[in-house]
């Protein structure tokens, strides 16, 4: 496994190992309905009583998954862990933005500067940092709040967690965005510890 410093052209892929129990959900539309009926079926298997949730459920995926796919998404991960009866609901979104929709900055402390002093409305408590990834190099880590939106989160009425990390890929302008996301506000640093260990084994082949 090659570190981004060794790099002299652009890598040709890059890989991140996700938990067990991360449902794959495919982004180009050909492929995304077959996806979304197929996590619908594994996460109502055996409930018949709630086919408005199910179908909820459903229409938030798509929108989801549309959405990931015009910014640039590359793969969309949703959680199905539970602990007992309760769901760890979060999910990860790998997306590389095209240049129309970045700005022109390739160093990661120019990058970190310039999202403290930028914000989006409904976020708040924003931390930004940069940091070095074992494999793949130094990163921007980025958390903040998003205030809820119960119109598109089932009914959620807790802010959701949002990690990203901004990392830059090696020989090229282009940055490779790990878009982490939780609604579960009462567990959100331990979603959050989660979050960083995956992010921790993003490197570049």
Known sequence: MKN???FT?????YNVI?????FQLPLAPEDRDRGI???A???FQGVDNAPHIKKQFMRELQRKAKDAYGIGGTELYISTLTIG???LSSSLLISIPGPDEWPDISDPVELAEHLASTGRP???GAEVGVVTLEAAGKAVRQRRKEAPDPTTQLGNELPSTLLTYYVPIPATKSWLLLNFSTPMDPLADKMVEL???VAGTLHWD
């Open 4 to 6: 981004a410093s060794e």
């Open 9 to 13: 052209s652009p890598p040709s892929d």
């Open 18 to 22: 996700v938990p067990d129990g991360w």
């Open 37 to 39: 009926i197929a996590l």
């Open 41 to 43: 079926e594994q996460q």
């Open 85 to 87: 009866p309760v769901p």
């Open 122 to 124: 409904g976020e708040t």
């Open 195 to 197: 979050f960083d260990v």
